[in-house]
């Protein structure tokens, strides 16, 4: 018996184990439990694939469960995007972005309702191959597998690009570039296996042996195992305050620290951030980090953050944005303003999407709709 034999069992266990890790470790991912909860589900649902895995191989696929979490499967993309979005405090239109995944959802089950009534591996194949659903299953898949890695590449680039509110040290940022390396090693791994089931079906026919697919789902759950353990122990590990800034989003050992610190009443310090942000016009800045105003106001960058949580009531980007709307709201109603690309690097953001993202935020409305409704 070789490893990869007990691979979809061992797979599974890792799998459970580091669900359990993701759901009650008490730090790794801030306050925001939604975070947690995302990336544990995609988790579970590569955790199921190998009990999928695990039984088919096992009883040589007569088991009426076979398959099932393929229906799944289109979801890890989407999620893992949305943890990344989450992770990094990012926004996406969420009721567009739950359309389209229960619309696809949807799709992939009604194309799949045909096959159901089919309880067996053996059945299921006998079918296909004596049917049209031979090719519509390949470009099935292939559709699936391409959606999947584009939507992991998107992550690789919103996670790389999503702005840093503080200076890392040196170990912060030896994780950081590692958390990128694991990631965009996992889209070649995707890819690799893509190319590999394409090669293989076009050599030996798809259904021609079950010896070759039991190997591809021995193969698969043992590179998916190791990407999410080594994925999700060095997520933890990163400073998650560094893509956020909120004081609550700092390991409870940092909090109990400076909540024991002479910090007692942070509205004078909160008063003197206000103060320098607003008069030297720090936000206009796009680089802005908490480390200036640490050295400008000689305080930690724990200590403004607390201040800054406890006194506005949110976190430091979103402290800083502040200051850029209401500037960018007296571009907007000049008489002949800018354009809004314009307006938004002149007040700070270094994106026209950060800036309506960040505008509606603030406004709950865009700017286009902002300059319609305040004209007169």
């Excluded at 191989?57 to 469960?65: Q, W």
């Excluded at 076979?66 to 992770?87: A, D």
């Excluded at 059945?123 to 519509?136: G, I, L, P, T």
């Excluded at 390991?251 to 910090?263: E, I, M, N, V, W």
Aim: aromatic share 18%.
């Amino acid at each position: 018996m070789s490893i990869l034999d007990i691979m979809p069992l061992l797979s599974l266990i890792i799998g459970v184990s580091l669900l359990l890790f993701i759901l009650f470790r008490k730090s790794g991912l801030g306050k925001d439990k939604k975070t947690r909860f995302v990336l544990a589900t995609v988790v579970f649902i590569y955790a199921f694939m190998a009990f999928d895995y695990y039984v088919t191989i096992n009883y040589k696929g007569d088991t009426p469960y076979f398959g099932i979490s393929y229906l799944l499967r289109h979801l890890t993309g989407f999620l893992f995007f949305y943890f990344v979005v989450l992770f990094t405090n990012g926004t996406i239109n969420v009721k567009k972005w739950l359309l389209v995944v229960i619309g696809y959802t949807l799709l992939r089950w009604i194309f799949f309702f045909p096959l159901f009534k089919y309880t067996t591996l053996s059945e299921f194949m006998n079918f296909v191959e004596a049917s049209a659903y031979d090719e519509w299953l390949d470009w099935e898949y292939l559709l699936m597998s391409l959606l999947n890695i584009l939507l992991f590449i998107l992550a690789f680039f919103r996670l790389k690009e999503s702005p840093l509110v503080l200076n890392l040290n040196e170990k912060q940022v030896f994780m950081y570039k590692w958390v990128q390396l694991v990631l965009i090693s996992f889209v070649l791994l995707q890819m690799g296996i893509l190319v590999s089931d394409i090669i293989g079906s076009l050599k030996i026919g798809k259904y021609e042996a079950f010896e070759s697919y039991e190997v591809y789902m021995k193969f698969e759950t043992l590179m998916i195992t190791i990407f999410f353990f080594i994925f999700a122990f060095s997520i933890m590990h990163f400073p998650v305050f560094a893509f956020t800034g909120n004081f609550e989003d700092l390991p409870k050992a940092s909090k109990k620290k400076y909540a024991k610190s002479s910090l007692t009443d942070s509205s004078e310090l909160f008063e003197k951030i206000n103060t320098i942000v607003k008069e030297e016009k720090l936000y206009l800045d796009f680089d802005l980090k908490l480390n200036t105003l640490s050295d400008k106001l000689d305080a930690s960058v724990h200590h403004i953050s607390q201040a800054i949580n406890q006194n506005a009531e949110m976190s430091f980007p979103d402290f800083i944005n502040s200051f850029r709307i209401e500037e960018a709201k007296q571009k907007l109603l000049e008489p002949r303003p800018d354009t809004i690309f314009s307006i938004a690097l002149d007040v700070g953001f270094n994106s026209k999407a950060a800036f309506y993202t960040a505008f509606k935020k603030n406004t709950s409305q865009t700017p286009t709709e902002f300059k319609k409704n305040n004209k007169s």
